[in-house]
């Protein structure tokens, strides 16, 4: 496009008494081509925003740089459509909030901001966006006809969309048709599971098309595009999707395993999922002999909470325990129940029914099980009571009930890490060890995807399919595809209806969103995409295998395959890219180059080092602008620059910067591990990566490592921006000036 670029300064908040505006757009701007340059007091209100738009449509500005506040705030006011490049440069925040007025430092911070703003607008382009040669979908594929399932179908059909269904049991349900009752609001009583009228709900839906006695042996494609192959009672069906919510549930670990607590070897000790069956099925009675039960023990965390089982807690086992236990008090008044426990854990609202079990007259005993045993045809159970600080014996036992934990119905693409026991032999340096998939931690697999990176979704150390556990706890590491209940996390019935709602309205606006181009979260509408200029690859297959979300596959050349569909917008394939063949209309490696080269900087004689912080506008930009606003203080020798993830930083960077003069290099990202709080999952830890690599850049320029530091800024950190950057201008300070300044 022909660009009319107009570089707009607003001199509120403080900007105009901090800076001079006339030297900012004169000093800021010469290097570059400017049709129109104002000021004006107030650019956000209703007379600023009419300046611009009257210069859009007079004067055929196509391409507008404000220099105001950040870019987090007002983004809705300087949106003047898709034909207008809108750049924005931080002069608040960055400079007027937390520098000294009227200071020559201050000043030439400012000048670098503008010119680095207008070195990316002349670079921008305005975004294409991804259009997919067949017919997009808006249906939504759910797999698992539980409660998740068949609620997440129904919240789709209600959003006017449809729904496909694929239940691999010959009926909907799920464990929910399987039960007699559950503890459902206000968690005082126990009421019908509901199970029918959902069931009944779904069948009658016209927009929910079911498949039971079905499987998913294939999903091909991306959003908007997913290609899914469906095996129905021996035929093959092929249906279309937009995204896809998988609603597996859960299966309960082996007691097979719990051989310790007598499993296998007394037939009168069941488990919790064996209990409800008997108790659905009508009476509550001893396996061995078909007698009534007068006395049950519950044993709590039975192989969960152990790091040789299950290492977590499973959440909903406590409560369903006490129903059963409610269960067992209906058939008989007189009978008695104990609940041997670790520790009570009665989620969410359900406190009142853990009153009800204690009035009921139902025996709590804190500790754990020593032995589980049998006499004269009876069990009986040696436990330490924690409270009473004695063993005790429970004799004359009818049944012993084994409260196991929920393990995910899928089998993950990663082997999964658990923390090892203290004894362990094979534990890695984080005290982890891995949890093989033949172990019986997990069931069959569900999804079958047609991707590089594997048949399922990725997982998190204990096998559940991840997802960022504070700002989108929806999204996998699969662009459209939602887990929902309890295959994602151990959930109760109330909050597995909340689950899957979420899951299917975050499916419904994927498909939308793709429909037009558009990126989902955490680049939530970003209408750019990967392009790869193939002449230069040469199969290195880097981009492939740290592309966090399954977006690239491969051919039998080992050419990467871009599936726009499926991408997040990160930039990590850009970063991880050795030839610098993959860039965005607004975001590439040259850009940013560019923008790091229209730094000033000065002679070694005028004592002003540069420093360039390549920052991650997931969560320390937020923490810089935070800071701002609390107008804490730093150097004033330090330029931000803004990436989608730190993921996207290539190493060329770091060389030209120290090349040219630059004596420093700060990057600030996520925190990353186990439990990563990176939005792009794994961009800080490919950064930090990527920098053990830069000594030999440093090496041959002859210059300090120490010139080079990567630092974890979660977006809580404000109060720690300050320290960070002056701790590493100390260290500058400390390693002197860099040689190559004036070459």
């Known amino acids: 496009m022909d660009k009319k670029t107009a570089v707009y300064i607003c001199t509120g908040c403080g900007i105009g008494d901090a800076l001079n505006v006339e030297q900012l757009l004169e000093e800021g701007t010469e290097e570059f081509t400017i049709d129109v340059s104002k000021d004006h007091p107030c650019l956000c209100g209703v007379e600023g925003v009419e300046v611009i738009k009257k210069d859009i449509a007079d004067e055929g500005i196509n391409t507008v740089i404000i220099g105001a506040c950040s870019y987090r705030v007002n983004y809705d006011v300087f949106n003047f459509g898709p034909d207008v490049i809108v750049e924005r440069v931080n002069l608040r925040e960055q400079v007027a909030w937390v520098m000294p007025p009227e200071d020559e430092n201050t000043q030439e911070l400012a000048e670098d901001n503008l010119r680095m703003g207008c070195s990316k607008a002349k670079d921008t382009q305005l975004p294409e966006p991804f259009k997919a040669e067949e017919e997009y979908s808006k249906d939504v594929l759910v797999v698992g006809g539980g409660i998740a399932g068949m609620t997440a179908a129904l919240e789709t059909a209600k959003a006017g969309y449809k729904a496909i269904l694929v239940e691999k049991e010959d009926k909907l349900g799920g464990f929910l048709g399987k039960m007699k009752q559950s503890v459902t609001m206000p968690y005082k009583e126990l009421a019908d599971t509901g199970a029918a009228e959902m069931i009944a709900a779904v069948e009658a839906e016209e927009k929910i098309k079911v498949y039971t006695s079905s499987t998913v042996e294939k999903i091909s494609g991306g959003p908007g595009i997913f290609s899914v192959d469906i095996k129905n009672n021996g035929n093959a069906v092929n249906e279309r999707a937009g995204a896809v919510v998988q609603a597996t549930g859960w299966v309960p670990y082996d007691a097979n395993k719990l051989d310790h607590l007598g499993y296998g070897k007394f037939k009168d000790v069941i488990t919790n999922v064996e209990m409800e069956e008997m108790a659905a099925a009508g009476k509550i009675t001893r396996p061995s002999d078909g007698s009534p039960v007068k006395n049950v023990l519950f044993i709590q965390c039975a192989g969960s909470r152990d790091p040789e089982h299950l290492p977590y807690c499973s959440s909903v086992c406590c409560l369903v325990s006490m129903k059963q236990a409610t269960y067992v008090k209906e058939q008989d008044p007189e009978a008695v129940n104990y609940v041997l426990y670790k520790d009570v854990r009665t989620v969410g609202q359900a406190e009142d029914f853990y009153r009800k079990a204690q009035q009921d007259g139902n025996i709590f005993i804190r500790g754990a099980a020593t032995e589980v045993g049998e006499a004269g045809g009876k069990l009986f159970v040696e436990a330490d009571d924690e409270l009473l600080g004695e063993n005790v014996k429970i004799e004359d036992l009818d049944l012993v009930v084994l409260a196991v934990g929920m393990v995910p119905a899928s089998k993950p693409a990663v082997t999964p890490r658990i923390k090892a026991p203290a004894d362990a032999e094979n534990a890695d340096e984080e005290g982890m060890i891995e949890v093989l998939p033949d172990s019986g931690f997990f069931a069959n697999s569900a999804l079958n995807l047609a991707y590089r990176q594997g048949p399922e979704l990725p997982t998190l150390k204990y096998g559940f399919p991840d997802s960022h556990f504070i700002c989108f706890p929806y999204e996998t590491r699969r662009t459209g595809i939602y887990s929902a209940g309890c295959v994602k996390r151990p959930m109760e019935t109330a909050k597995a209806l909340d689950d899957a709602a979420g899951a299917a309205m975050k499916a419904v606006q994927c498909s939308e969103l793709t429909a037009v181009g558009k990126a989902v979260h955490p680049r939530s509408g970003d209408m750019t995409y990967p392009e790869f200029n193939m002449n230069r690859c040469t199969q290195c297959k880097r981009c492939t295998e740290e592309c966090p979300f399954g977006a690239i596959n491969e051919d039998e050349k080992a050419n990467p395959l871009p599936n726009p569909t499926r991408c997040r917008r990160c930039g990590v394939c850009m970063g991880a890219c050795p030839e610098r063949i993959i860039s965005f209309k607004n975001y590439s490696v040259g850009m940013i180059g560019n923008m790091i080269k229209s730094v000033n900087v000065p002679e070694e004689d005028e004592e002003k080092p540069r420093v360039i912080c390549l920052i991650c506008e997931n969560d320390a930009l937020p923490a810089l602008d935070m800071a701002g606003i609390k107008r804490m203080k730093w150097s004033p020798y330090v330029r931000f620059v803004q990436m989608r993830c ?41 950064a930090n990566t990527r920098l053990s690599k830069v000594s030999e850049t440093l090496d041959r320029l002859a210059l300090e490592s120490e010139r080079v530091k990567f630092v974890e800024v979660g977006i809580t950190d404000y109060e720690k921006i300050p320290k960070i950057i002056d701790d590493f201008m100390e260290t500058i300070e400390e390693v002197g000036p860099n040689p190559y300044k004036g070459w």
């Open 646 to 686: 730190l993921g996207s930083m290539n190493l060329v960077w770091i060389a030209d910067s120290l090349s040219r003069g630059i004596d420093g290099i700060l990057l600030m990202g996520c925190r990353h591990g186990d439990d990563y709080q990176c939005h792009f999952v794994k961009g800080s830890e490919l």
